[in-house]
């Protein structure tokens, strides 16, 4: 198993929360680690909005190609292609990137982590790993406690 970030630029919570409804995410062509994406890979779900956030986590059910006929007509996008989801969780509120970045490098001494947050993620799909996806999903779980 893989683990990588999705990273929705267009920074639309509504339209990133549509693709997981439909358990759908679009991925370029072009993008650099399409060829890389199985089936039982996971990934975190990153919008960039002005801040940033973590919207959920989900499991690849497929590996990337082209829509089928019937997905495109599904797909709340306009992505040619993409990989089809499973067990999707979508977090209510979010993990803002900042807390992610704190819990993966306090000490603010990973220039790769340190860029991105800066910077943004400059690919649709980034490679992650374990540790970044776990610091992720269990700050998810401290926010939605009572």
Excluded: C
Excluded at 67 to 72: G, Y
Excluded at 117 to 136: H, K
């Amino acid at each position: 198993m893989d683990y990588y970030l999705f990273n929705f630029s267009a920074g639309d919570l509504e339209q990133a929360a549509a693709m997981l409804d439909a358990k759908m995410w679009g991925i370029a062509g072009d993008e650099r680690d399409r060829d890389a994406l199985a089936p039982g890979d996971v990934a975190l779900i990153f919008v960039a909005t002005l801040e940033g956030e973590f919207i959920g986590r989900a499991e690849l059910a497929t590996e990337a190609h082209d829509w089928t006929r019937e997905e495109a007509a599904a797909y709340p996008g306009d992505s040619p292609g993409g990989v089809l989801l499973s067990e999707v969780e979508r977090w209510t509120p979010g993990v803002p990137l900042e807390t992610v970045v704190r819990r993966i490098d306090p000490t603010a001494s990973n220039p790769i982590v340190q860029a991105n947050a800066e910077l943004g993620f400059r690919r649709g799909v980034v490679g992650i790993t374990a540790d970044e996806y776990g610091a992720a999903l269990a700050l998810s779980r401290e926010a939605r406690r009572p």
